[in-house]
Each structure stands twice: as structure tokens, then as C-alpha cells.
């Protein structure tokens, strides 16, 4: 965890803030908002061919994008947890469909290393670790795993359409070293889902089954729609 990870959540609690989805001020998140959050549906993803099976909890839009983002950019650790609740309902649905009772591995979709710096912590990691702690907690037999490594730093995704997009992410990932298991993907955004179906290419070729992907929010792109 970087410092100034800490020091923006050390910078929440002492000066209070704004509800990072609705923007009135009060706490990081708002009851209401929370709520709202809390009651969003968990739903599938349409996706492309190549593309696992992926759950979101909605559009990238509206309060969703705006908690995300404020995560990514601003109030950062203190989101994180409301970020991995969302994602705990993505995985409990996926699950519902996909598993078959195996010991389970949640894989985190790898951000850079210059991200991670920037950010000043690994956020699909951790939401990765708090997912498999609740799961634990509900007596499945799950743990995070960081299973993906980037093999090369792909361009930023911004601003490249879904073609480019696929090919910049083409063996973008590697699986590391571990016994092959059911292996569930946790990311915060599907876009195009180039990553995923990279993240799943080469977890498959590892010999993990893949059951899909659990995510937070959809953007309007993911089904090839501009
Ligand atoms: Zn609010």
C-alpha cells in the first residue's frame, strides 16, 4: 500500500468529504446511496465470442462510474470495500450458474505497474482478497490468487476501438506457475472485453477452467454497440 493511498484515506476522516455517487456532502458513500447500490441487480454481460461469461452489477454510467472513478482517482482505499460488495453479488451470481463445488481461485485482471503506482494501491487485487474472504465467510472454499501477469506493457486502452483494443491485448498476459483449479476473474470494468477473454486465454492454456468473470459495472461498449 503506497502512502498516498493512506494519506487520501487518513485525508477522508479528518475533513470529511462528499458521498462519491450522489456528491452531497457527508460520508465517502451515503446511506441512500449505498442502498442504491446495494439493490442493483446482478446481471450478464452481453459479450463477443471469446469473451467468458461475465456478471455486472450495471452500466458503467451514473452512480456506478462515479464510485468507480472516485475510487480510481480520488478517495481511493475508502471505496474500495463498497467496490468489492458490488463485486461479492457479481461472483455470488456467477457462481449460482458456473460452479461446480471445486475450491475456488479468484484471479485478479492485473493493472500495470505504473497504475499501481500511481494509485498507490493494487485495487482488482484487493477487492480480489476481500471477494474470497466473504465467500470463505458464506463456507465456500475460495482464496484470491494473483494467477495473470502482464508479459509486456500493452498501450493504454483509451481511445482504441474494440479492434485495436483486441489486438493490443493478444498475448498481453501469462498465467504463472500453480495447479490448475476453477479460476473466477475479478475486474472492476468490462469494456470490450479484450482483457478478460486475454485473461481467460491464458488461464485456459494453463489448464484452468475458467468459469467467467465477476465485475463490477458494464460499459455500453462491451457488446460492440459505439
Ligand atoms: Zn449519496
Keep these: 500500500m503506497g502512502w498516498r493511498a493512506v494519506l487520501a484515506a487518513g485525508a477522508d476522516l479528518a475533513w470529511g468529504g462528499a458521498c462519491a455517487a ?30 467468458p461469461f461475465t456478471i455486472a452489477r450495471g452500466d458503467y454510467a451514473d452512480d456506478l462510474r462515479r464510485v468507480i472513478l472516485a475510487c480510481k482517482e480520488r478517495q481511493g482505499l475508502t471505496l ?10 457479481s461472483a455470488a451470481s456467477l457462481l449460482e450458474e458456473r460452479w461446480d463445488g471445486r475450491p475456488l481461485r479468484l484471479v485478479p485482471v492485473p493493472s500495470s505497474r505504473a497504475t499501481v503506482a500511481g494509485r498507490g494501491f493494487d485495487l482488482t487485487a484487493m477487492m480480489a482478497g476481500r471477494v474470497a474472504r466473504t465467500l470463505r465467510r458464506h463456507q465456500l472454499d475460495a482464496r484470491a490468487w494473483p ?19 483486441a489486438e493490443n491485448r493478444r498475448a498481453s498476459l501469462g ?16 469494456t470490450t472485453g479484450a482483457t478478460l477473454a486475454e485473461a481467460a486465454r491464458a488461464l485456459g492454456e494453463a489448464g484452468h477452467t475458467v468459469l467467467g468473470a465477476a465485475v463490477v459495472a458494464a460499459t455500453p461498449r462491451t457488446s460492440g454497440h459505439p
Design 22 to 51: 450522489c456528491l452531497r456532502p457527508g460520508p465517502v458513500l451515503c446511506a441512500g446511496c449505498a442502498a442504491a447500490l446495494h439493490d442493483r441487480p446482478a446481471l450478464a454481460v452481453p459479450v463477443r465470442a471469446g469473451v
Design 80 to 89: 474500495v470495500p463498497v467496490l468489492a460488495e458490488l463485486l461479492v453479488g
Design 147 to 165: 494467477g495473470l501477469r502482464p508479459l509486456r506493457s500493452a498501450r493504454d486502452q483509451a481511445g482504441l476501438d474494440v479492434a485495436q483494443r
Design 175 to 190: 498465467a504463472r506457475a500453480g495447479e490448475p483449479g476453477a479460476v473466477l476473474l475479478v475486474d472492476d470494468i468490462i
